[in-house]
């Protein structure tokens, strides 16, 4: 399995931007499929986004598209999430996830290991 550390959450204007990065730890990184979800208090955990092991598939959640962005880098064993244009309905923590080979995938239920989390929070 996949040790995964999300980091770079915080307190942040509307319209603003963040980055959070996830590290992971493991031999088979570079042939996990990622996802970023997230869970604001009282609200059931969301899909935000999703890449590919190569990097060239990406799925993104209705809410986020077009403002943000997934990428990873495979020698680096990192994927981040940038974020633009932030909105209050955003804040949440962020989770990063990963899955095994197969397909890509939006469905919480097929990831395999998740970090800790991070916070977001929007002010208005």
């Known amino acids: 399995q996949v040790q995964l550390v999300e980091s770079g959450g915080g307190l942040v204007q509307a319209g603003g931007s963040l980055r959070l990065s996830c590290a992971a730890s493991?031999?088979?990184?570079?042939?996990?499929?990622m996802g970023w979800f997230r869970q604001a208090p009282g609200k059931e955990r969301e899909f935000v986004a999703a890449?590919?092991?190569?990097?060239?598939?990406?799925y993104y959640g209705d809410n986020v598209k077009g403002r943000f962005t997934i990428s990873r880098d495979n020698a680096k064993n990192t994927v981040y999430l940038q974020m633009n244009t932030l909105k209050p309905e955003d804040t949440a923590v962020y989770f990063c996830?990963?899955?095994?080979?197969?397909?890509?995938?939006?469905?919480?239920?097929?990831?395999?290991?998740w970090g800790q989390g991070t916070q977001v929070t929007v002010s208005s």
């Open positions: 890449i590919s092991w190569t990097g060239d598939v990406t």
């Open positions: 493991g031999r088979t990184f570079s042939r996990s499929y």
């Open positions: 996830a990963a899955k095994g080979p197969g397909s890509l995938s939006r469905r919480e239920q097929d990831f395999v290991s």
